[in-house]
């Protein structure tokens, strides 16, 4: 059945997004189910049950759950309406600072997906997905992305006396890999807002999302956060 193939491929994806975004380590491998599938097998609800477990430890420990939004029953495949909270993953300083884990993250609702709509698209189709097979690559990976928006920002005069600020934004990557319809998910206010996005419009061609074998237009969701206070940043204007 390749439509549950492609299911337990985009449900095993989300698992893997999860666990990333609460520093889990989570380890997926090429699922050898044989015969029909309807998106699920005992090797997914493994996986399921061990992120079941870990992200509880992390409620009781008191942390924040990124993605906290999907149901247990959705990760197995069972259901199918995601929600999909994005998190910031990587924090960024304007200093010579290394890149490095966010101790704290706040979940932002980004809607609700609905993964049988998403596999169901025909031939043709300009819809953008939310969530794919294979998502959008940046060349050189997520930590190089950051790096080339924030080198590109231009950091307003009256944002620096700001100690942070933080901005996620979303942009589509096309099918053709180029980057458009750029909007804010979570505002640290103007001018600095209006910058970033410049920044973002600056960014040079993606390896496009894909289903199957198929590009497609994709939302990429980013996550920026810059220490601003005495920053010696030379981009600030």
Known sequence: MTRGKTTCRILKEIRRQIAEANDI???????????????????????????????????IAGKAI????????????????????????????????DKKRATTREEVVVGDIDVQEELMRQEGDDYIYNVVEHKPQFPGGEVALLKYVV????????????????????????????????EDVRSAGEPFDSEVV??????????????????????????????????DHHGSK
Request: glycine residues 8%; charged residues 20%; proline residues 5%.
């Open 25 to 59: 380590e989570f380890v997926t491998s090429e699922c050898r189910y044989q015969g029909d599938c309807a998106g699920t097998c005992p090797k997914c609800e493994a996986e399921v049950r061990y992120l079941e477990m870990q992200l509880s430890a992390r409620r």
């Open 66 to 97: 990124a993605f906290a939004g999907i149901s247990a029953a959705v990760l197995a495949g069972i259901g199918s309406t995601v929600e999909v909270s994005a998190s910031a993953t990587e924090s960024v300083s304007t200093g010579n600072e």
């Open 151 to 182: 080198d590109q920002l231009q950091i307003p005069s009256a944002c620096l006396e700001w100690s942070s600020a933080r901005v996620v934004v979303r942009f589509v990557v096309t099918k053709t890999g180029e980057v458009g319809r750029i």
């Open 198 to 231: 410049n920044a973002v419009k600056k960014l040079p061609k993606f390896v496009p999302g894909k289903m199957g074998d198929k590009p497609v237009n994709t939302w990429y969701i980013v996550p920026i956060q810059l220490k601003l206070k005495n920053s």
